[in-house]
């Protein structure tokens, strides 16, 4: 298995940046497909973006698409996701989270990642 911990999160005002960090141990990160996701205080997780095992391919949600960029480092275990022109609907806790996904294909549900970090907290004031 593989264990997450996530980083950088923090608090941010509107149209500012924030770089998020996912670093792994345990089995081979290029192993698996990688996915963020976000809760806000009493809303359901949604997906934010994911990416393909070699990060060939990278999806996003329709609501950060554009803003927001999701990447790896195979060689330092890490996955990363860049968040610029950040708004305050982005607030909430983001998880990263791992995933065997289908050749070509990606997971967008958090029941389909087998593995969880902790969460690290964004806000972004107005």
């Known amino acids: 298995q593989v264990q997450l911990v996530e980083s950088g999160g923090g608090l941010v005002q509107a149209g500012g940046s924030l770089r998020l960090a996912c670093a792994a141990s345990?089995?081979?990160?290029?192993?698996?497909?990688m996915g963020w996701f976000r809760q806000a205080p009493g809303k359901e997780r949604e997906f934010v973006a994911a990416i393909s095992r070699f990060g060939g391919n990278a999806y996003y949600a329709d609501s950060v698409k554009g803003r927001f960029t999701i990447s790896r480092d195979n060689a330092k275990n890490t996955l990363y996701l860049q968040m610029n022109s950040l708004k305050p609907e982005d607030t909430a806790v983001y998880y990263c989270a791992a995933g065997n996904f289908p050749s070509g294909r990606y997971y967008d549900t958090p029941d389909k990642y087998l593995y969880w970090g902790q969460g690290t907290q964004v806000t972004v004031s107005s």
């Open positions: 345990g089995r081979t990160f290029s192993t698996y497909g």
